[in-house]
């Protein structure tokens, strides 16, 4: 199918598409406008392998307009399991779960017709997005097996690596009462959002089996959690209830929290979209051949209207239902950019929309083929994506720590002081132009070193450093991640963290985990603890509790660029501007990436300092300075004017 022909198809523009459940009867809907017959098949069971396991019935589809074909079936089929099975003009069948399924049995191999508000944890209506400023922003990216996993992170047993090991609030290790682990430790570190690793239903973990593991980038059904996170993978309601409740207990420990979102490809190029309508939801060639920009076999044509309404239908219901705060978009340029504003005007729209984040990478896994004129949302494209929508900033991750494709390279705070140049232009989020694209405000950039991709920041350290071992607390490699962590909290942007970074999280070398083990990938509760990783988490604390203490670090405001100061070599220094008066004083901040002390000429005033994980406000971390100030190697040093 080309271009002209899928333009040709009706556009159904309806918000009632999928299984709309009352007491007394379920109206199904699908769009298949290629179709020449479609019926609906109830089942007792998410699989034939289940106690119980029948057909119920089957129920003629009648077109009801716009490509859509309907079915009412009366009576109240709340926890009914269904397919939709196809008939096309050329003789060929397909059976499909319902594109727009809520809830699904084990394996997503059936959907099932849902009451939402029969799958509500405790609280639930009352559940709110918490109210977050601008400038106080940071997100922590973690995998909901991984958060809880680990045996010694004092969750229940039965709960670990589920969306239940967030709602405890006040585990410890082992069960201690005083190294506080998961959800309770989460609470004092000072990140204000959790980024979710895919949350909805992915196809590489086999549900009915424990022990599995994936990262999750793999849909297979883009609107129904995930099942190996819930306790009962088997009953669509479960994941649901237990999904939000996750959600619920983030938001009551004053925590947003981000979904990861795969809309640029399905598991299989098989998939039930592109069963529906065959042609029609991947993006192909001019040959015919589907096109590869997701790495996968099989993107996903956004700039189709139809996909593109399912992109922002299957955003609004995540955001609505499930009370999600913020979409981070997988390879992002594989949508255009129509398709991302269409989403971000629709998020605005909801009520307190305007405060939903929305970022993502705005790069592709290779080739792709958008048609009819699209512009992919990659940097180039920075002019027309809305001024709301953020971008992983890559740049400014290779030039802190070195590039992430080639393990011995080294960047700025780890040998390779001349990438220098490079940070003087993340300071003030690119806006300059530097590197051939402009943000048009400061948070659009999503600053960052680490994220679940590639090494950990502490297995890129220690492979440009060639240290032997992983779990030895080298002090140069501390120094080294302390001073990562200061340059991304300290400029303007949207600070980002991969779990665990801040108590220097180890995979030992393997830089692509995503099948596993949970072993390499959990996160490790005791380390947390350990004397001197533990320092290490308190330096982020601390850098975190200056950020939110002093907005225009974050540029949130509008504030310019920070004015430079002149300093030797490779030190930077830099005073955050402010138009007019300012009640919390003046701010000056100082990179040293060298391995020995550096001396520095201070701007007229009397100086004190607030790093090295000493909160803003509490008592002065060294004496009061003046004139001038010795700079700890490889360090950020953050001072306050009296």
């Not at 009352?22 to 199904?28: D, E, K, W």
């Not at 997503?108 to 997005?129: C, N, S, T």
């Not at 947390?528 to 509790?545: C, D, K, N, Q």
Request: net charge negative; proline share 7%; with cysteine.
């Amino acid at each position: 199918m080309n271009w002209q022909q899928a333009c040709e198809l009706p556009y159904y523009g309806g918000n009632d598409l999928g299984a709309n459940w009352t007491r007394a009867r379920t109206v199904f809907k699908l769009w298949a406008p290629t179709a020449l017959a479609v019926e609906v098949r109830l089942f007792a069971t998410g699989t034939d392998g289940e106690p119980g396991a029948a057909a119920l019935a089957v129920h003629a589809m009648q077109p009801a307009g716009q490509g859509v074909w309907s079915a009412a079936v009366p009576g109240d089929l709340q926890g009914v399991y269904y397919l939709y099975a196809l008939q096309f003009p050329d003789g060929h069948q397909a059976v499909v779960v319902d594109p727009y399924a809520r809830a699904a049995g084990a394996n997503g191999q059936r959907g099932m017709v849902l009451d939402l508000d029969a799958a509500a944890p405790e609280g639930w209506q009352a559940d709110a997005r918490p109210q977050i400023p601008a400038h106080a922003r940071a997100v922590w990216e973690v995998h909901v097996a991984d958060f809880s996993a680990d045996e010694h992170s004092g969750v229940p047993e039965a709960w670990r690596g589920t969306y239940l090991g967030f709602v405890p609030e006040d585990t410890t290790l082992d069960g201690d009462g005083r190294h506080p682990t998961c959800l309770n430790y989460l609470k004092g570190l000072g990140v204000s959002h959790v980024q979710l690793q895919p949350i909805f239903d992915y196809a590489t973990v086999d549900e009915t089996k424990p022990g599995g593991y994936n990262w999750g980038y793999d849909p297979l059904n883009y609107n129904v959690p995930e099942g190996s996170f819930s306790t009962d993978p088997y009953h669509g309601e479960v994941r649901v209830r237990e999904c939000r409740a996750m959600i619920a207990a983030l938001h009551r420990a004053g925590l947003g929290v981000v979904m990861d979102v795969v809309y640029n490809h399905t598991y299989h190029t098989d998939s039930w979209l592109e069963r529906t309508v065959p042609g029609y939801w991947n993006r192909r060639w001019p040959d015919g051949r589907i096109t590869n920009g997701s790495g996968c076999g099989n993107d996903l044509a956004s700039e189709r209207p139809m996909v593109r309404k399912y992109l922002v239908d299957s955003v609004l219901y995540w955001a609505r239902e499930y009370h999600i705060d913020g979409f981070r978009f997988d390879l992002m340029a594989l949508e255009d950019v129509e398709t991302m504003n269409a989403i971000r005007a629709a998020l605005d729209d909801l009520p307190g929309g305007r405060e939903i984040l929305m970022y993502g990478e705005p790069w592709t896994g290779g080739g792709t083929y958008l048609e009819g004129g699209a512009r992919p949302a990659d940097k180039r494209a920075l002019g027309t994506l809305s001024d709301r929508i953020g971008f992983f900033c890559d740049d400014t991750r290779d030039a802190v720590k070195g590039n992430v494709f080639d393990a011995g390279n080294a960047g700025y705070v780890n040998g390779a002081p001349q990438a220098g140049y490079d940070v003087l232009h993340a300071v003030g989020a690119w806006r300059s132009g530097a590197h051939g694209f402009r943000p048009r405000q400061a948070m659009q950039v999503v600053q960052y070193v680490s994220a679940h991709d590639n090494y950990t920041l502490w297995d890129k350290l220690a492979a440009v450093a060639r240290r032997p071992g992983y779990d030895t607390p080298d002090a140069d490699l501390l120094a080294q991640n302390r001073m990562a962590a200061g340059i991304c909290l300290t400029c303007q942007g949207l600070p980002f963290l991969q779990a665990g970074e801040e108590f220097g999280r180890t995979k030992h070398g393997d830089h692509n985990s995503y099948q596993g083990p949970l072993a390499t990938n959990r996160l490790d509760w005791q380390r947390a603890h350990r004397p001197e990783f533990a320092a290490l988490t308190a330096f982020y604390r601390g850098m975190l509790a200056i950020r939110r203490a002093f907005p225009r670090l974050s540029g949130a405001a509008g504030e310019p660029e920070p004015f430079l100061l002149a300093l030797p070599g490779w030190l930077i220094g830099f005073v955050p501007e402010t138009e007019g008066n300012d009640p919390v004083g003046q701010l000056a901040v100082y990179y040293n990436p060298e391995p020995t002390r550096q001396w520095v000429t201070l701007p007229s005033g009397t100086w004190r300092r607030l790093c090295d994980g000493v909160h803003a406000g509490a008592a002065p971390f060294g004496p009061l300075c003046r004139d001038a100030l010795e700079l700890e190697p490889r360090s950020v040093t953050v001072l306050l004017a009296e």
